[in-house]
């Protein structure tokens, strides 16, 4: 709706006023959302917006890689990556994967439809047995690579597999969902270091949809608590698990379905920015060696109430989780943790925490590049010639 469209750009278009970027990269999922055939017009609208708006009247350069070719539903991934580069931004070329180098960057491009055919990116979706119950759904990733004041770095634009059914990630810990997500970054990450294209340092950005474990999150939050199991007559199939306290009038502590999440009191995974529950969030413990991450200091990114009076309030569909992230590889990290970057010009958080930017909460990273911080100046003039 359009007063979620103005709420979403004021908060954007303000947390580029105080920081000021060179570079702003935005890496956007579910592009035309749920029903993308009726929706995709107004992407096209949000696009020209963004492109007009005054508050980025400054970034002189613009790539828009929109992927809306929803009838092609092997390649669909309803990914959108948008860059704006300042006009003060002398030094800065994209890489081109055809033609194995790079180019300098003129104007303002927007792609849409067939992504396919532009060599300035690659695009992939998951294998078709990656798919939980191979059924296939819009996941995948789009990659950039860029050279900016002597560093190049690759922008991964990722959108991973949700958790289908609350009571099937309830049954295992880790869950089966987690099993499916892990297979897919890993392909990720194999498939952006491997032997076609120069390592260089890369951000994986987007929807990783990590969750908490749920059983452990169960447990932790229903541990005095008898739990009840509803089933269906006909499959016997768990249909609900409704735990209740066992005095008090037996009063219902926590109802899970498939999609309801129905905790008692929601403000426990907003005190303190949900931090006691980050000890519940483990599925990036197996990428250690690959991933990094700067320290979440935001309450869970999802699932935000679509309710536009309900700016902090969380949907009772799934556990809130913190889906939403920028990890980087320790070559990446090595650049935004640079001895000269002082704290304040680091901020890893949360745009529109008081009001509603839809079901996810945006993340951002913000970070300064120091001149010189890349080990990849010499190459950058070698290839670029």
């Given at each position: 709706?359009?007063?979620?469209?103005?709420?979403?750009?004021?908060?954007?278009?303000?947390?580029?006023?105080?920081?000021?970027?060179?570079?702003?990269?935005?890496?956007?999922?579910?592009?035309?959302?749920?029903?993308?055939?009726?929706?995709?017009?107004?992407?096209?609208?949000?696009?020209?917006?963004?492109?007009?708006?005054?508050?980025?009247?400054?970034?002189?350069?613009?790539?828009?890689?929109?992927?809306?070719?929803?009838?092609?539903?092997?390649?669909?991934?309803?990914?959108?990556?948008?860059?704006?580069?300042?006009?003060?931004?002398?030094?800065?070329?994209?890489?081109?994967?055809?033609?194995?180098?790079?180019?300098?960057?003129?104007?303002?491009?927007?792609?849409?439809?067939?992504?396919?055919?532009?060599?300035?990116?690659?695009?992939?979706?998951?294998?078709?047995?990656?798919?939980?119950?191979?059924?296939?759904s819009r996941k995948g990733?789009?990659?950039?690579?860029?050279?900016?004041?002597?560093?190049?770095?690759?922008?991964?634009?990722?959108?991973?597999?949700?958790?289908?059914?609350?009571?099937?990630?309830?049954?295992?810990?880790?869950?089966?969902?987690?099993?499916?997500?892990?297979?897919?970054?890993?392909?990720?990450?194999?498939?952006?270091?491997?032997?076609?294209?120069?390592?260089?340092?890369?951000?994986?950005?987007?929807?990783?949809?990590?969750?908490?474990?749920?059983?452990?999150?169960?447990?932790?939050?229903?541990?005095?608590?008898?739990?009840?199991?509803?089933?269906?007559?006909?499959?016997?199939?768990?249909?609900?698990?409704?735990?209740?306290?066992?005095?008090?009038?037996?009063?219902?502590?926590?109802?899970?379905?498939?999609?309801?999440?129905?905790?008692?009191?929601?403000?426990?995974?907003?005190e303190n920015n949900g931090?006691?529950?980050?000890?519940?969030?483990?599925?990036?413990?197996?990428?250690?060696?690959?991933?990094?991450?700067?320290?979440?200091?935001?309450?869970?990114?999802?699932?935000?109430?679509?309710?536009?009076?309900?700016?902090?309030?969380?949907?009772?569909?799934?556990?809130?989780?913190?889906?939403?992230?920028?990890?980087?590889?320790?070559?990446?990290?090595?650049?935004?943790?640079?001895?000269?970057?002082?704290?304040?010009?680091?901020?890893?958080?949360?745009?529109?925490?008081?009001?509603?930017?839809?079901?996810?909460?945006?993340?951002?990273?913000?970070?300064?590049?120091?001149?010189?911080?890349?080990?990849?100046?010499?190459?950058?003039?070698?290839?670029?010639?």
């Open positions: 709706p359009d007063n979620l469209q103005k709420t979403w750009l004021r908060e954007f278009y303000q947390t580029v006023q105080s920081h000021k970027p060179h570079f702003i990269a935005v890496h956007c999922q579910e592009v035309g959302g749920k029903n993308y055939e009726a929706s995709m017009s107004h992407v096209d609208c949000f696009v020209k917006e963004l492109l007009s708006s005054d508050a980025m009247k400054e970034y002189n350069r613009v790539r828009v890689y929109l992927d809306e070719n929803y009838k092609s539903q092997e390649h669909f991934t309803a990914l959108g990556s948008c860059y704006f580069l300042h006009e003060s931004l002398k030094n800065i070329q994209q890489f081109d994967f055809k033609a194995k180098k790079f180019k300098k960057l003129v104007g303002k491009e927007i792609y849409s439809d067939t992504l396919e055919s532009t060599p300035m990116l690659e695009k992939e979706k998951f294998p078709q047995d990656y798919f939980p119950e191979c059924k296939w990733f789009i990659r950039t690579r860029w050279a900016l004041a002597d560093c190049v770095f690759d922008l991964v634009n990722i959108h991973l597999f949700h958790d289908a059914s609350n009571i099937l990630a309830w049954e295992k810990s880790p869950s089966v969902y987690s099993g499916t997500r892990q297979k897919a970054l890993g392909f990720v990450l194999d498939r952006i270091t491997d032997q076609r294209f120069e390592k260089v340092p890369y951000f994986v950005f987007g929807d990783f949809n990590f969750r908490l474990d749920t059983r452990q999150v169960v447990e932790s939050l229903c541990s005095t608590a008898t739990m009840q199991t509803v089933r269906l007559g006909d499959t016997n199939e768990v249909d609900k698990l409704i735990f209740r306290e066992s005095e008090n009038d037996r009063k219902v502590v926590l109802q899970l379905e498939k999609k309801l999440f129905n905790y008692i009191n929601q403000d426990v995974f907003r931090t006691l529950f980050l000890q519940f969030d483990s599925e990036l413990s197996c990428f250690k060696e690959r991933l990094h991450e700067l320290e979440i200091a935001f309450p869970p990114s999802y699932p935000y109430s679509e309710d536009s009076s309900q700016g902090k309030q969380y949907m009772n569909t799934r556990c809130p989780a913190w889906c939403d992230r920028v990890l980087m590889s320790a070559t990446a990290k090595d650049l935004v943790l640079k001895p000269e970057n002082e704290e304040k010009n680091l901020v890893y958080d949360n745009i529109g925490p008081n009001v509603c930017m839809g079901d996810h909460k945006p993340v951002y990273l913000s970070f300064r590049l120091t001149p010189g911080a890349g080990k990849w100046c010499q190459r950058v003039e070698k290839i670029s010639v």
